[in-house]
């Protein structure tokens, strides 16, 4: 059982997919075929409902082109030490002026 939080999560993420349909023009019967799902699982996934497969979520992240929204859910987080370091790394060393 999901709580409030999660149900509000979902059902923003179905009205995103909803939008993000309408906005290329694609019926829902025209969109459930290009994810391979019926109709009424799209009509799920649009209501924010929790049973549909996070297969189908990713085909239709694909199909929208948004497949690399997905990566940055638990992208790898880099310290600031981190960065110090690799700044330095490819500073490098630089070369003295010549002498005249």
């Given at each position: ?31 459930a075929?290009?994810?391979?799902v ?5 009509q ?16 239709a ?34 070369r ?5």
């Amino acid at each position: 059982m999901i709580d409030d939080m999660e149900k509000t999560a979902l059902e923003n993420l179905g009205r995103r997919l909803k939008a993000a349909r309408l906005e290329r023009n694609d019926s829902q019967k025209e969109f459930a075929w290009r994810i391979g799902v019926s109709i009424p699982t799209l009509q799920n996934m649009e209501q924010g409902r929790p049973t549909v497969a996070i297969g189908t979520w990713v085909k239709a992240l694909a199909i929208l082109d948004k497949l690399n929204d997905l990566d940055h859910l638990f992208a790898p987080r880099d310290s600031l030490f981190a960065q110090h370091e690799m700044i330095k790394k490819t500073k490098g060393r630089q070369r003295a002026g010549r002498k005249k």
